[in-house]
């Protein structure tokens, strides 16, 4: 199967476009390894499950640690929900709960 890296919307392009430049090459190339090797073939450090059906593509550099957070969709897609510089340990629950709004938006 061919994946597909799509992004949602305009709304989430821009939050990756904010991301400093080191970390958006960085997430490049973690989309790069899930187009080429497919989600099933990626693992930690590059990507890990938030729960449900969302996972977290993670990017660290020299400006810090980012996240994005995306969704299996049908037709081999993967769909980012939401890309953000993280600040705390943990995922900001407000992070999770916007990326689970937008995934209500996606068409089967």
Request: hydrophobic share 45%.
């Amino acid at each position: 199967m061919q994946w597909q890296v799509v992004i949602l919307n305009d709304a989430v392009a821009a939050e990756m476009n904010a991301l400093p430049v080191d970390l958006r090459a960085k997430m490049a190339r973690v989309i790069d390894l899930l187009e080429t090797y497919g989600p099933h073939n990626v693992r930690e450090p590059y990507v890990k499950p938030l729960g449900g059906k969302l996972w977290e593509m993670r990017m660290k550099g020299q400006h810090g640690i980012a996240r994005a957070i995306y969704v299996a969709a049908s037709g081999g897609r993967l769909i980012v929900l939401h890309a953000f510089v993280k600040k705390t340990q943990r995922t900001p629950r407000r992070a999770i709960e916007l990326a689970r709004r937008r995934a209500m938006e996606i068409e089967p």
